[in-house]
C-alpha cells in the first residue's frame, strides 16, 4: 500500500526519537547493573525492550506504507551520571516522545490515515501511562523519602 509521503517522513522522525530512547535506556540499565542496582536495571531493561517494540511496529508501518525506514538518524541521547539525573534524563525523553506522537497523531488524522493514527494512540498510552508514570513516580519516591533511602532499595 502506498502511504502519503508527509505520514512516512513523520514516523521516521518518531522512529528516530524511538531509537535514541532505546539507546539511552541500554546505557542506563547497564549502568544500575554495573552500580548494584538491580531492581532499576530490571525496570529499565524492560522500557529498552518497550521501546525497541515501538521502534519495530513503526518500520514495520513504513514499509507497509511503501516508505524506506531511516535507522541512522537518532535524537540526541542524555547519559545522566546519577540516579536522579539518569531518572529525569529517561522522563524528558517520554515527554518529548508524547509530544512528537500526539503531533504525528494529528496529522494522520488529517491525512485520514487511521490505523497508524492507531498505532500511534497505542504507543501514546504505553508512553504516558506505563513509562513517563513509572519515572515520574521515581522521582517522588527521591523527593519523599530521600536518595540514599531509595538508593537502598533498588538494590
Not at 504525528?104 to 508514570?133: G, N, S
Request: a negative charge; charged letters at 25%; aromatic letters at 8%.
Amino acid at each position: 500500500m502506498q502511504g502519503k509521503q508527509n505520514v512516512i517522513d513523520a514516523l521516521n522522525k518518531l522512529l528516530a526519537g524511538e531509537l535514541a530512547a532505546m539507546d539511552q535506556y541500554f546505557i542506563h540499565s547497564e549502568m544500575y547493573a554495573d552500580w548494584g542496582f538491580n531492581k532499576l536495571y530490571e525496570r529499565i531493561a524492560h522500557e529498552f525492550d518497550d521501546e525497541k517494540g515501538h521502534a519495530k511496529l513503526m518500520i514495520e508501518r513504513i514499509l507497509f506504507l511503501g516508505g524506506t525506514p531511516d535507522l541512522v538518524t537518532r535524537e540526541p541521547i542524555h547519559v545522566g551520571k546519577t540516579v536522579p539525573e539518569m531518572l529525569q534524563n529517561d522522563l524528558n525523553t517520554e515527554y518529548q516522545v508524547v509530544h512528537n506522537l500526539k503531533q504525528v497523531i494529528a496529522l494522520c488524522e488529517q491525512e485520514q490515515d487511521y490505523q497508524t493514527r492507531e498505532m500511534l494512540r497505542q504507543q501514546l498510552a504505553d508512553t504516558e501511562e506505563d513509562h513517563a508514570y513509572w519515572l515520574e513516580k521515581q522521582l517522588g519516591l527521591i523527593n519523599r523519602v530521600g536518595l540514599q533511602n531509595y538508593l537502598q532499595s533498588q538494590m
